[in-house]
């Protein structure tokens, strides 16, 4: 950077966003502009680092890092720019208003959801359980008519129907058990390499064809491995049960890297998917198979909304396409 170009210097004081340059081997702040004072009233050097809770590691790295930051009452988005190796740049913006507005929208959702959730839940706990009454009340007026073998029948209804409930509450803990992600830089290739291992004896059991494909090599991206895993387990289940009955049955998964985000594209040759299933894929309790509780893919977007990613499915010519796309590590 030029720091004796004077017009740059005009530019970057009058920019409606924060700009702080740091001088690493100094520890001296060397620019800041009008923005940046006024936000963060014009601190040293070490109390910006404290006031922006940013970390020496994050100082070193040569990736473009976002965070954001509470400022007393202010809510301040900020991008660490690596400019070379003794200078890092910094751009905020106070994101406050945004923040809220986003948090409204947030809660208005949730309570769509909420409301359409427990409707649901009603719905498939209610049914097993006005089974269980009606079979517990034949049960006890005939306890002393019927067969042992009958009783026994009678019996097993009422423990498949306590099983439908117990699974349903485990697909609750699944969705409330990643409240708190472990967001890091993962490396797309280590993390599909240790994948591929975790589902193949199940591939070879099924005869089903796989492959995984990077269209560039070194792909980052920020995601919680855990979390990560869980969304392509369900989405690699739902793509093996539609090729159960195909012939040659094939699943293939494309990794590319844009600009800003990690695209994972997951295809099968499977019996593909309806438009207007399409629209209701995501909703809770949604499914088309017999035994399913129609959650999996709804806390796999839950799961990729936490992560910043997003999951979208269209039906081929022949099978489907999931795209997942979480964001990139810069």
Do not use: C, W
């Amino acid at each position: 950077m030029d720091l004796e170009n004077k017009e740059l210097f005009e530019i970057i004081e009058k920019m409606d966003t924060g700009f702080v340059l740091l001088d690493l081997p100094t520890e001296k702040i060397i620019l800041m502009n009008s923005y940046a004072k006024n936000a963060l009233n014009s601190p040293e050097y070490l109390e910006l680092l404290s006031i922006l809770g940013i970390e020496e590691s994050s100082l070193q790295s040569s990736r473009k890092i976002q965070r954001k930051a509470y400022v007393g009452e202010m809510i301040l988005g900020y991008t660490l720019y690596p400019m070379s190796e003794e200078h890092m740049a910094i751009l905020l913006n106070d994101i406050s208003e945004k923040e809220r507005l986003q948090k409204i929208a947030e809660a208005t959702a949730t309570m769509d959801n909420i409301g359409y959730i427990f409707t649901g839940f009603s719905h498939e706990v209610g049914n097993p359980l006005n089974s269980i009454k009606t079979i517990a009340s034949v049960l006890k007026d005939n306890v002393n008519f019927f067969s042992q073998e009958k009783v026994l029948e009678y019996l097993e209804s009422i423990l498949t129907e306590i099983n439908r409930i117990e699974f349903l509450l485990r697909m609750f803990k699944v969705f409330n058990a990643y409240e708190d992600l472990n967001i890091q830089a993962v490396s797309m290739k280590m993390f599909f390499d240790k994948f591929a291992k975790l589902i193949e004896s199940d591939l070879d059991k099924r005869k089903i064809f796989f492959s995984v494909r990077f269209k560039t090599p070194l792909i980052f991206a920020m995601t919680d491995m855990r979390a990560l895993q869980h969304v392509l387990l369900n989405v690699l289940t739902n793509a093996m049960d539609a090729v159960s009955e195909i012939d040659e049955p094939t699943i293939d998964i494309e990794i590319s890297s844009l600009r800003t985000k990690v695209v994972i594209t997951v295809r099968d040759n499977g019996i593909g998917i309806g438009e207007e299933q399409r629209g209701k894929i995501f909703f809770p309790f949604y499914t088309t198979k017999p035994k399913g509780t129609g959650m999996g893919l709804t806390i796999v977007k839950n799961l990729l909304i936490k992560m910043g990613g997003t999951i979208d499915m269209k039906s081929l010519e022949r099978g489907t396409e999931v795209l997942i796309s979480i964001p990139k590590s810069m």
